[in-house]
């Protein structure tokens, strides 16, 4: 139970009573630029009649591209959908009382079949193996702190999603040791890479217990290859160690063929040893753009982790109200299979916006297929390569552009000047009009240079 | 090894062998080596090569095991709410070293020679949850589930009398048009909204725990902090008060939760303070303050006491003197106090007062309240379990703003948080809803007593929450927690009600038992009294134990 400890002499009266090392920690990473941001939006944010010149907020990577048609599904089409109207009050109170950590059998198997229908059914998911969470943030959480002891490690590729800082390792005392990945072959994990990072943390006398990576990628909006994918598992294997697989923004790849999820890699696999090491996070945060829902999920292939993720998701469990709302909204085949395909639609016509008016201004992002973001390269604009550089040009993006973007040393980027930008959180009027901000700028950038 | 004689002569003669004072067990091992290698530096080589061999034998054991999941942190308490006999706990480590035996394959896959174990393993904290699962709280539970009571389908089925729902208010009919808006408009509630909690819900909320003392307290939503339920504040809560390793004195017979809450993945230990029934269960400050000092001798850094109010299992509700004297202990202590308030708009004793901690801070000194930490819970009082709604209120900003930072980790979703603010912004329907409760609660209460009393069967007075804290002594085959789990196991069985036993509470006197009465209805009592009445019947004609 720990070492014994030096009693302070804090007996006495009139003393501030302490706070413990999470709480006064900064682990939630709240005060770096990924955050800081988001306040500045937060005082002036734009709006398109009422303040034109606010901020832009593209460091949000929420999906409202497709809203409208869920709009129209739960407050139009089906009672049954509506939040209890269905059985009148009776209905309500079964919703009300229902309080089981296993979670509605109807609203897992909806889960399930969405999971599927997402890999375009080269994947099965089986309802008894979905663990309910409040979102994503703390499905990762969870498994965290299941998967590793304090002072573990998980591999995570980099660069990853700023949040990860948080959800891995502010309680659970866990550390992220970064499998770093640079543009030269299109931030794709390498064996190489995976071998490093690994003797990284062996040196160090850290223990691995897990790879955790998110396909499609948040910052990269790319998706996984398959064979990497495959590699992946072998060197998990090989090591003895976990894979996660943060499939968050799986309903988002533009075109559904470039996605490969790790369950399909598991799908042809028989061997349990090999298996009982994969789980997946899954949420409807950003496929279907209900963040507020907080609806998340872990999947594993593991029967002591479901088990034990089951009983630790007492802490954070969804309300019976909202499972059982979404519940026939996800089994509804007609709807999820025109929302899906729709959806990815919209999105892929988003990308090709905002990268070829990029392009036009000169600027590059790298080669996408999904989510709802692009990595998009400034580096030829720092004034030194350096994350100084990259900061003092977030921040003229910020109080020039009123863009608030996120600069990829958030990410833990290896290379300065990436930034990641939201497209899917506004209204295609309103990126036109980033767009032209930036357009703006860099037409002064040029006349300046041209002087 | 060979002894020569010598050394086995007398004791004196060992000691003179100059094994360095050590015990006479490692007196065994060292003198007859120092036998092997007498004259030559005899000490050393006798104390090293019985080292060599034990780390040798480590190192060889250590390659050639099996993978097994690791045990991280082996606490004494890591079956904290078991008190199940023991064939149980051994099917559950059972499962996990059956797992740990799987064939290991090599399929097209190079193993490195590190390799020693087949599969995967998952954290000491992990263990610790899979092995808990066989206490009785559990598996009563899924007895309930597995054939739960109904008056007309299933009349012989269990009767959850274990957990605190209250099923019983259905106040959707009290009057629906007005406690809740129609239709709410999704593109208000499907996007991020603070994971703490919106400020129409939190001013609600603090409204609903105002009412529960009367309105002698005005709560301030700004410092309250919503979450997806009590368990994850009472977590969050042991998160930003106290550091792995330290502890939390709490006094018993408590919560069954708490050792899930406090301890699974904090790594914060929980000190019980028992309370005797002769006392009548009431706490003690002079045990709480031995506690504490044996806790700090043994180097064990004491963070805060957590209390519940109105008591979860007896149903007491705590006086002003106890809160004081409470609150005097902490300040002199420098320590913290969660107040667990779930149930302050549960109390159904017309002729009890409860008095939330933040009553008694409200005139203190700041460097004073700031140690007091109040937990309530919408789901208790307002019949709502499944919205899973709770709130830490707190005059700490460092802890306000680490748990606002936390409930991104359990988050109240937007719907259910839109749905709870027209419910009860609606004052009037609040205070009709405390009211009917109470007086619903007080009748099934009123009821279950004279039930028991007719049985021979004593129970604390509850003035509050859910619970009757239930003396089934006299009933038990013999005075011990194996007697208090038989006696459990026939409740269960037999009886067919599904009950607490109070080792799951941490009662220190077995015997006791929680029942749960937030489910029934008046007519419902008479059916519970007969299941008990029969298994009183078997106990007594088994001749079991009579009187203390």
């Not at chain 1, 990924?34 to 009422?50: C, I, L, Q, T, V």
């Not at chain 1, 062996?202 to 590699?231: C, F, M, Y």
Request: hydrophobic share 35%; charged share 25%.
């Amino acid at each position: 139970m720990g070492l014994p400890l030096m009693i302070n002499n804090d007996d006495n009266n009139n003393n501030k009573v302490e706070l413990s090392r999470v709480a006064v920690s900064d682990t939630h990473g709240e005060d770096s630029p990924y955050f800081a941001g988001w306040k500045a939006y937060d005082e002036n944010p734009y709006d398109e009649s009422h303040n034109p010149s606010g901020v832009i907020q593209m460091g949000l990577a929420e999906n409202q591209v497709s809203f409208d048609l869920l709009e129209s599904y739960l407050e139009k089409k089906n009672p049954e959908g509506s939040l209890w109207e269905s059985k009148g009050s009776r209905g309500f109170r079964e919703n009300a009382l229902f309080q089981d950590y296993h979670g509605l059998k109807t609203f897992r198997q909806a889960m399930a079949s969405f999971m599927e229908k997402i890999r375009g059914g080269k994947a099965r998911f089986d309802p008894d193996r979905i663990v309910l969470t409040a979102g994503a943030t703390a499905a990762n959480e969870l498994l965290t702190f299941i998967l590793a002891n304090p002072n573990d490690a998980l591999l995570v590729p980099t660069p990853y999603y700023p949040g990860f800082d948080r959800d891995l390792r502010w309680r659970t005392g866990v550390r992220i040791v970064p499998i770093h990945c640079d543009s030269s072959n299109h931030f794709q994990i390498t064996p190489e890479a995976l071998e490093t990072a690994y003797e990284t943390a062996r040196d160090a006398n850290i223990r691995v217990r897990g790879v955790l990576i998110t396909n499609p990628s948040n910052p990269l909006g790319a998706t996984v290859q398959k064979k990497a994918l495959e590699d992946l598992l072998d060197f998990c294997v090989r090591k003895n160690i976990h894979l996660v697989s943060d499939e968050i923004y799986s309903g988002s790849v533009f075109n559904a063929s470039e996605f490969t999820s790790v369950a399909e890699i598991v799908e042809n696999i028989d061997d349990v040893s090999v298996k009982e090491r994969v789980h997946i996070v899954y949420s409807l945060s950003k496929d279907l753009g209900l963040p507020g829902f907080r609806v998340g999920t872990i999947y594993s292939y593991n029967d002591n982790v479901v088990r034990t993720a089951r009983r630790m998701s007492s802490f954070t469990l969804v309300s019976s109200q909202t499972q059982h709302m979404l519940a026939s909204m996800l089994s509804d085949e007609e709807f999820t299979e025109k929302y899906i395909r729709i959806n990815r639609e919209r999105l892929r016509r988003r990308y090709e916006t905002i990268v070829e008016g990029l392009k036009k201004e000169g600027i590059e992002c790298l080669k996408g297929n999904a989510g709802l973001f692009c990595w998009m390269n400034l580096g030829f604009l720092l004034n030194t390569n350096t994350k100084e550089g990259e900061l003092e040009l977030w921040d003229v993006i910020l109080k020039e552009l009123k863009l608030n973007i996120s600069p990829g040393s958030s990410c833990h980027c290896s290379e300065f000047g990436w930034f990641r930008v939201c497209f899917a959180n506004m209204s295609e009027k309103t990126l036109e009009i980033a767009l032209k901000r930036i357009h703006e700028f860099m037409d002064r950038r040029r006349k300046v240079l041209n002087c | 090894m060979t002894r020569t004689e010598p050394n086995r002569s007398s004791k004196s003669d060992s000691e003179n062998s100059g094994g360095g004072g050590g015990g006479t067990t490692a007196m065994r091992v060292i003198v007859p080596l120092q036998g092997v290698v007498q004259g030559r530096g005899g000490l050393f080589l006798g104390s090293v090569i019985p080292c060599a061999f034990f780390y040798f034998l480590q190192f060889y054991l250590k390659r050639n095991r099996k993978n097994e999941p690791d045990s991280g942190e082996p606490s004494p308490d890591s079956d904290p709410s078991s008190g199940s006999p023991d064939p149980t706990r051994s099917q559950s480590v059972g499962n996990l070293t059956e797992l740990a035996s799987l064939p290991r394959s090599l399929s097209r896959i190079l193993l490195s020679p590190r390799l020693s174990g087949g599969a995967v393993s998952i954290s000491g904290r992990a263990g610790c949850v899979l092995k808990g699962g066989d206490s009785p709280y559990h598996v009563g539970q899924k007895r309930v589930e597995e054939d739960p009571y109904d008056e007309s389908g299933n009349p012989d089925g269990v009767i959850e009398l274990g957990s605190a729902h209250n099923t019983k208010m259905d106040w959707v009919s009290e009057d629906p048009g007005e406690a809740i808006s129609d239709g709410l408009c999704m593109s208000g509630i499907a996007s991020y909204e603070p994971s703490h909690g919106l400020i129409e819900l939190k001013t609600a909320v603090a409204g609903f725990m105002s009412e529960a003392t009367k309105n002698s307290v005005s709560f301030d939503p700004t410092q309250i902090v919503l979450t997806s339920g009590a368990a994850s504040a009472i977590e969050i809560l042991s998160f930003c008060l106290a550091d792995s390793g330290n502890a939390f004195l709490v006094p018993t017979p408590c919560s069954p939760g708490y050792d899930r809450d406090v301890k699974w993945r904090t790594g914060v230990d929980l000190i019980h303070v028992p309370c005797r029934s002769a006392d009548n269960f009431n706490i003690s400050m002079l045990v709480l303050d031995r506690a504490f000092y044996q806790a700090k001798k043994r180097g064990v850094r004491i963070r805060g006491v957590i209390i519940s109010n109105p008591w979860n299992p007896t149903g007491t509700l705590l006086s002003r003197e106890n809160l004081y004297a409470l609150l005097d202990f902490a300040r002199e202590r420098n320590i913290h106090i969660i107040s667990n308030e779930v149930f302050a708009g549960s109390v159904h004793d017309e002729g009890g007062e409860f008095v939330s901690m933040a009553e008694v801070v409200d005139t203190e000194e700041n460097v004073d309240r700031e140690r007091v930490h109040i937990i309530y819970d919408l789901s208790k009082d307002l019949s709502f379990p499944g919205l899973r709604t709770a709130a830490i209120y707190s005059f700490n900003e460092s802890v306000l703003s680490a748990s606002r930072k936390l409930t991104t980790l359990s988050p109240v979703s937007s719907p259910t948080q839109h749905l709870l603010i027209s419910a009860i912004s609606s004052p009037k329907f609040v205070q009709r809803f405390v009211k009917t409760n109470r007086e619903r609660l007080m009748r099934v209460y009123a009821e279950l007593v004279k039930g028991l009393k007719e049985l021979g069967i004593e129970c604390t007075r509850s003035s509050g929450g859910f619970f009757c804290w239930v003396d089934m002594r006299g009933f038990m085959s013999s005075y011990s927690e194996k007697g208090e789990i038989e006696l459990w196991n026939k409740l269960l069985n037999i009886g067919k009600i599904n009950v607490i036993p109070g080792s799951c509470c941490h009662c220190i006197e077995p015997g006791w038992f929680r029942l749960c009465f937030s489910n029934l209805s008046e007519r419902d009592v008479p059916v519970v009294m007969n299941r008990i009445r029969k298994v009183c019947e078997t106990c007594k004609s088994q001749n079991c134990f009579f009187g203390i």
